[in-house]
C-alpha cells in the first residue's frame, strides 16, 4: 500500500476531494490535511513522515511545508499539481484535473 497524502490551504476543497476521490483505489492508503492553522484536518509532523508520496496544490504550499515541516520530510516525495483554489469540493472538473496529473505518479 503507497501510502498518499494531499495538501493544499484550508483542507475544505481540492484535498479533500482528492482524498475521496484517491481513497477507491485499494492500493493507497490516502489522507488529506491544510497548511493553515485553522485548516478542518491541519497538517502535522505525524502526517508528513508517514507519506511517501505528498501532492501539493500550488507552489506555497510546498514553500509552507518545507519550511515547517522539513525535520518530518525523509522519505516523501513531493509534487505540486499547479491546481488554484476555484472549484468546489468534488467539482467534476477538479475531479477530471486531479485524475489527469495525479494518476500519471502511482501507476
Known sequence: ????????SQNRLRSPTAEQVFSRRRDL??????????ADNPLTH??????????VMEKAHRVKLQKKF???LMRAR???????????FMD????????????????
Do not use: Q
Not at 500500500?1 to 493544499?8: G, H, N, T
Open 46 to 55: 505525524e502526517l508528513v513522515a508517514w507519506a511517501e508520496i505528498i501532492f
Open 1 to 8: 500500500m503507497k501510502k498518499v497524502l494531499f495538501v493544499c
Open 29 to 38: 492508503e490516502v489522507e488529506s490535511a491544510g497548511t493553515n492553522h485553522d
Open 70 to 72: 522539513r525535520s518530518s
Open 92 to 107: 467534476p472538473e477538479l475531479v477530471r484535473l486531479l485524475e489527469a496529473k495525479v494518476t500519471n505518479y502511482l501507476g
Open 78 to 88: 513531493v509534487i505540486c499539481l499547479d491546481i488554484p483554489d476555484n472549484y468546489a
